[in-house]
């Protein structure tokens, strides 16, 4: 499994030593009970999983290049030479995330699925789970490349979903949410890498995978038309999702989706990312940094397609120390029926009051919508000393969120939605490899 490599590579990294004492951010390897998909059926502990992978891409860029970047335009040849890799790996952890997506609303409205792939002309079904699409989609090329091919979710029965939530969120809903829960997932991916280099896990390696899960409702909107133009008839993600929306009265189009697609480029994390591009070719940093003005955090602008319509939210902070954090986001639908939704979110290391506990961060963050939903979540490295010991490298943690189908949030995420509930529990634990 491709996982095994990227943990072994990540290790091998941090046993070579600090040839780059600069360009080694904070990175781990996460495994979580979430990543049983069918059983947690969750997003939010699913996307651990690339986001890994993705640190793990970055150490092994950092000791390939260690001794070869030594001036400006070495690292000029290096950042060039490397985007073809970038691009195909960015492809193999967006698509089955993407897919994921599909299979998580399909699931939740008590659907079963499978997935398909095709590559070289020839298509493989009845795939079982993410983890073979996404070994199938390591060695797919991706789009543009000899031997390309698609993805599919395949997903079997009709929907249930209580009553109450099928009259708020309107007629053909199910639909809607489910065509458009790839492309949320690609937004959560990206939003999830922003985090992270909020978090001081930034590296230019994320630069390619964040810009294009960013602009994938562009990208797929742009290929619908094309598809339209072609054969008259739209089968795509964005077709179902724009039919959907004209049943409900909603004058949504391509280029609306399109334009809120690119509107999400304007981001704090945009900008970090590109100035890092500059700092590595200039002064060999790989290093990201998200932007802040008085310990306020730049904002970002993440896009999202609802039942009710398309949104966007506003992501921002406030960094009161090195152990303090508050967060908040603001979304709200700006195409189709108003809905406003506001999440605060505070993050607190509680060892800044008991040194002995290391590094103990306790997080947590209140949806307010229509419903009101909200998270909790816990991560304790007890050492500080990981390099003396294998064991200890390991960090520990657990989370527990209630989705409301009434909020934004909720209607993208929520794990089960059954003939009773609008609402539901859902939580899952794991430990960290840290390198």
């Not at 939530?165 to 809607?176: A, F, K, V």
Request: hydrophobic share 40%; proline share 3%; aromatic share 16%.
């Amino acid at each position: 499994m491709y996982s095994l490599i990227l943990i072994i590579s990540g290790l091998l990294c941090s046993s070579i030593g600090n040839a780059q004492d600069y360009s080694n951010p904070q990175r781990s390897f996460t495994f979580s009970t979430a990543y049983a998909e069918k059983i947690f059926n969750s997003n939010e502990g699913l996307v651990d999983f690339p986001i890994s992978a993705l640190e793990s891409y970055g150490a092994l860029f950092d000791v390939a290049t260690s001794s070869i970047n030594k001036s400006w335009g070495a690292r000029l040849l290096i950042a060039t030479l490397e985007l073809p890799l970038s691009y195909w790996f960015t492809f193999s952890l967006a698509i089955p995330f993407h897919e994921f997506g599909h299979a998580r609303a399909a699931y939740a409205f008590g659907q079963n699925y499978s997935y398909r792939t095709q590559a070289f002309g020839k298509t493989v079904s009845a795939i079982p789970n993410y983890w073979l699409l996404g070994l199938a989609r390591l060695i797919t090329p991706p789009f543009f490349f000899p031997g390309t091919g698609s993805a599919w979710t395949s997903h079997q029965g009709a929907p249930r979903v209580n009553s109450k939530l099928s009259e708020y969120w309107g007629i053909g809903s199910t639909t809607i949410i489910t065509s458009a829960a790839g492309l949320n997932n690609q937004s959560l991916f990206a939003k999830k890498i922003a985090h992270g280099i909020y978090s001081q896990r930034g590296h230019i390696s994320q630069t390619l995978h964040y810009f294009m899960n960013k602009v994938s409702g562009f990208v797929y909107s742009l290929l619908d038309r094309r598809h339209n133009a072609l054969l008259s008839v739209g089968s795509s993600d964005i077709s179902a999702v724009i039919k959907g929306y004209q049943n409900k009265g909603y004058s949504i189009t391509h280029g609306d989706i399109e334009l809120q697609s690119l509107l999400s480029l304007i981001s704090g994390t945009s900008y970090a990312l590109l100035k890092g591009y500059y700092d590595y070719i200039a002064h060999g940093d790989a290093r990201v940094s998200s932007p802040e003005l008085f310990n306020v955090r730049i904002p970002d602008i993440n896009s999202y397609i609802n039942a009710k319509g398309l949104s966007l939210e506003f992501v921002s902070g406030y960094r009161f120390s090195d152990s303090l954090f508050f967060d908040v986001a603001y979304e709200l639908i700006w195409k189709g029926e108003p809905v406003h939704q506001l999440t605060p979110m505070v993050r607190f290391d509680v060892a800044s009051l008991n040194p002995s506990l290391n590094s103990l961060w306790l997080c947590a963050d209140i949806v307010i919508a229509k419903g009101v939903g909200g998270s909790v979540s816990a991560d304790w490295e007890p050492f500080n000393d990981r390099h003396t010991s294998f064991w200890r490298r390991f960090s520990y943690f657990a989370a527990l969120y209630f989705h409301n189908g009434y909020s934004l949030y909720g209607e993208r995420n929520i794990s089960a939605l059954f003939k009773e509930n609008t609402s539901n529990f859902s939580g899952f634990a794991g430990l960290r490899l840290n390198y």
